[in-house]
């Protein structure tokens, strides 16, 4: 399955509230329509005050061609779509975003566990927007994430569903690959992963402490982004075996 995942930036003077009430209730009910679109998720920060983006939109496609015939290629952040509901989308963007401060990723997904049956509505989840260390090339970089940290990350104390999502062009993709944690509940993610407000985290529990550990091996916490909300599923087409 293919996936667009967009890190939402409001306008400059626009406040949380307000662009929350447009993406809601303008703009979900345009992009969940998009021409293509087979599944159409958001993500809410648990605490906007500290999260570094506004949101996530995550939009699903069957194919990558019908991903870039609605949102264009994977090294522009713009696209100038031509089919009807994508173009209409488009132009409401201008209404409550920064475009310009708006990273936005094209990869494919792999489902690494799953204890959810693919319903994730109301799940909360962290979005870790992967860098690699400096010195090590992408194929590297995805040997050790694949067959040393995923096994253990999938394992994390509370984690219900975990997936990874693999640039389709790394040479133009914003970041090297993102990393997805489901929980059932707040509590289970921060005693994991630590709090809303930092990159960083030191967790207690056996698996969670063993790959923090390992993090260091292959990313670059630095220049890692990571977000933490609550996921609200706005159209799904996909079975449970395709999800």
Same mark, same amino acid.
């Given at each position: 399955?293919?996936?667009?995942?967009?890190?939402?930036?409001?306008?400059?003077?626009?406040?949380?509230?307000?662009?929350?009430?447009? &993406?809601?209730?303008?703009?979900?009910?345009?992009?969940?329509?998009?021409?293509?679109?087979?599944?159409?998720?958001?993500?809410?920060?648990?605490?906007?005050?500290?999260?570094?983006?506004?949101?996530?939109?995550?939009?699903?496609?069957?194919?990558?061609?019908?991903?870039?015939?609605?949102?264009?290629?994977?090294?522009?952040?713009?696209?100038?779509?031509?089919?009807?509901?994508?173009?209409?989308?488009?132009?409401?963007?201008?209404?409550?975003?920064?475009?310009?401060?708006?990273?936005?990723?094209?990869?494919?997904?792999?489902? &690494?566990?799953?204890?959810?049956?693919?319903?994730?509505?109301?799940?909360?989840?962290?979005?870790?927007?992967?860098?690699?260390?400096?010195?090590?090339?992408?194929?590297?970089?995805?040997?050790? &994430?694949?067959?040393?940290?995923?096994?253990?990350?999938?394992?994390?104390?509370?984690?219900?569903?975990?997936?990874?999502?693999?640039?389709?062009?790394?040479?133009?993709?914003?970041?090297?690959?993102?990393?997805?944690?489901?929980?059932?509940?707040?509590?289970?993610?921060?005693?994991?992963?630590?709090?809303?407000?930092?990159?960083?985290?030191?967790?207690?529990?056996?698996?969670?402490?063993?790959?923090?550990?390992?993090?260091?091996?292959?990313?670059?916490?630095?220049?890692?982004?990571?977000?933490?909300?609550?996921?609200?599923? &706005?159209?799904?087409?996909?079975?449970?075996?395709?999800?």
């Amino acid at each position: 399955m293919y996936k667009h995942v967009a890190l939402l930036v409001r306008k400059d003077g626009m406040e949380y509230d307000a662009f929350r009430e447009h &993406w809601e209730e303008t703009h979900s009910p345009l992009a969940k329509d998009i021409e293509g679109v087979v599944r159409y998720q958001t993500v809410y920060p648990t605490d906007p005050d500290t999260a570094e983006f506004d949101g996530i939109a995550e939009l699903y496609f069957q194919s990558l061609d019908d991903l870039h015939e609605a949102l264009g290629s994977e090294g522009s952040r713009d696209y100038d779509p031509s089919r009807e509901v994508a173009a209409e989308a488009r132009k409401d963007v201008n209404e409550f975003l920064d475009v310009e401060r708006r990273p936005r990723f094209i990869g494919e997904e792999r489902v &690494w566990k799953d204890e959810v049956d693919g319903k994730t509505d109301g799940l909360y989840k962290h979005s870790a927007f992967l860098v690699r260390k400096d010195g090590m090339n992408h194929d590297e970089f995805r040997g050790h &994430w694949e067959e040393t940290h995923s096994p253990l990350a999938k394992n994390i104390e509370g984690v219900v569903r975990y997936q990874t999502v693999y640039p389709t062009d790394p040479d133009n993709a914003e970041f090297d690959g993102v990393a997805e944690l489901y929980f059932e509940s707040l509590n289970d993610l921060h005693e994991a992963l630590g709090s809303g407000g930092s990159r960083d985290y030191d967790p207690t529990q056996d698996v969670a402490a063993k790959a923090r550990k390992d993090v260091d091996s292959f990313l670059d916490i630095d220049r890692r982004p990571r977000f933490i909300g609550e996921e609200k599923v &706005w159209k799904n087409e996909i079975d449970v075996e395709g999800y």
